[in-house]
């Protein structure tokens, strides 16, 4: 009869164990590569049931609630050339333009 040797049982979950851990190293490796790629978050410049307005002569803006006219001393956008998210062409515009009481668009007063 040949010796034996007893070899210690390995628990089950150690495999499950290995694999969860690969699978962490391979999501943090691709994040890494990828810099977060197409995870890119995007807010609205109003809430769902509102559209945003802005001040006359000045950069402030507001949202209103559909159906709603604009509160006084803030008119809406000019068709065409309204801001949808925050950073985006038409909020970075309106960053340095604004409308004066005719609803002509001009240069912004300088913060300063």
Known sequence: MFPTTSRP?????AARLRFAAAALV?????VALTGCAGLQYEEHIC???EYPVMSV???GSACVSD????PAGFVRYP????PQKVGDTWDLYWDTHTLDKNGNII???SAG
């Open 9 to 13: 049982a390995r628990a089950p979950h």
């Open 26 to 30: 391979t999501a943090a490796t691709a």
């Open 47 to 49: 809430s769902s049931g």
């Open 57 to 59: 002569g000045g950069t």
């Open 67 to 70: 159906g709603q006219e604009p």
């Open 79 to 82: 068709e065409g050339k309204v």
């Open 107 to 109: 240069d912004a007063p």
